[in-house]
């Protein structure tokens, strides 16, 4: 393909371009909650939570206000406390890391894998202590970690896993089973930009242990099981009916809309075969492509993004600071060279645009823009 003369507006996420598919039946939705206005946890969310649950293959899903409040409880639920362990990794958005603060546990990092953007399993053991409670493994950009090696090092120990699965809706992993479901509990995130994305802020926990989905029930509504009687504090973390009710709407295209970013990401590698930049590994129908990242050495990872923008290219950066060195996590005293592979990868990936509704045409013009910049 060769680069057209005329100049086109790529955003990173075209959100816009998803609503206008379901416009009418979002809007249908949406009044009829505001017609029989019942606006947190009704209908909607009993059934999204039944829909999703039934959706990744586990008994219980609980539907919460967002990603982060799903690992906060789920954390919580688990039984995670002050002077407890966490392993995870400082190469994932800042929540995964924000949930354990909040417990008063520490988040211990483990670096990344540079082929699968994940965990190095291969560290994880060297990291367990005593005070170990929990492995919380992301599937960053819609790829899930090693988890066969994970859980059986978890067991070996006698560890919880909590998935961080908010990037990966829909994704399988090497068990077989889908993202979310391999541990203790699955964190997920509805943010609008997701894979499956509310109109707002949404997120869920799924397990397979009624115990915990109960405590995760009760966790979500101020500890209480019967209205105004609160056995436990817990949280106002609500799902709200809009929310789910527009979820509902989603999911019933999700694997739809995930088949099309594997197709857009299998020409992206196709087209930029040669170019000199590192494109991600593809893992079949195993991965869902929430993120498109491709890497770009030679410390001109910033430079392409401006070409790309005065191209009319959206990029984006997932994520520029790892979150142990990040201002906020200095009080845990990792310094710069501490995760080497995390701190080198930062540098060098750009995110670039993907989405269901882009079209080979466009997927081309990005391509091309790519290839233009680093032949000059
Ligand atoms: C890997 C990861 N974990 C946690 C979260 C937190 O989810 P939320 O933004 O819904 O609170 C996100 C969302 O951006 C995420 O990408």
């Not at 690992?71 to 407890?84: N, T």
Request: charged share 25%; aromatic share 8%.
């Amino acid at each position: 393909m060769t680069l057209t003369t005329t100049k086109m507006r790529i955003p990173l996420v075209d959100l816009r371009a998803n609503y206008t598919g379901i416009k009418d039946e979002v809007l249908a939705a949406i009044g009829g909650i505001l017609e029989g206005m019942q606006l947190t946890i009704g209908p909607n969310v009993r059934a999204f939570d039944e829909e999703w649950a039934r959706y990744c293959g586990v008994k219980h899903a609980v539907g919460v206000g967002s990603g982060t409040d799903a690992l906060q409880l789920a954390i919580k639920a688990v039984g995670i406390a002050p002077g407890d362990e966490v392993i995870t990794v400082s190469y994932t958005f800042f929540a995964t890391a924000e949930a354990i603060f909040y417990s008063g546990a520490r988040p211990i990092f483990v670096d990344i894998d540079e082929r699968t953007f994940n965990m190095d399993v291969t560290q994880i053991e060297d990291r367990i202590t005593p005070r170990t409670k929990a492995i919380v493994p992301v599937h960053l950009y819609g790829r899930t970690a090693e988890m066969t090696r994970i859980l059986d090092i978890a067991r070996d120990h006698n560890i919880a896993v909590i998935e961080d699965a908010a990037q990966a809706h829909g994704a399988m992993m090497d068990t077989g089973k889908r993202s979310g479901t391999g541990g203790r509990c699955g964190c997920f995130s509805f943010y609008c930009s997701k894979n499956l994305g509310a109109y707002g802020e949404a997120g869920a926990i799924v397990t397979d242990d009624d115990e915990l989905a109960q405590a995760l029930t009760q966790l979500r509504e101020h500890g209480q099981v019967t209205r105004y009687f609160h056995p436990i504090v817990g949280y106002n973390a609500r799902l709200d009916e809009i929310q789910a009710a527009v979820l509902r709407i989603k999911l019933k295209r999700l694997d739809q809309w995930n088949a099309r970013r594997r197709a857009v990401a299998k020409l992206y590698a196709r087209l930029l075969e040669g170019s000199g930049v590192i494109t991600p590994e593809d893992v079949g129908d195993r991965h869902v492509w929430h993120i498109y990242a491709i890497r770009v050495p030679g410390g001109k990872r910033d430079a392409m993004k401006d070409f790309l923008w005065e191209r009319g290219i959206g990029t984006g950066i997932h994520y520029p600071v790892p979150i142990h060195l990040q201002e906020a996590a200095q009080f845990l005293g990792y310094r710069e060279g501490d995760l080497p592979v995390t701190e080198r990868v930062s540098n060098e990936i750009l995110s670039l645009p993907m989405y269901p509704e882009l079209t080979d045409d466009q997927v081309g013009y990005v391509a091309d823009a790519v290839k233009a910049f680093m032949r000059a």
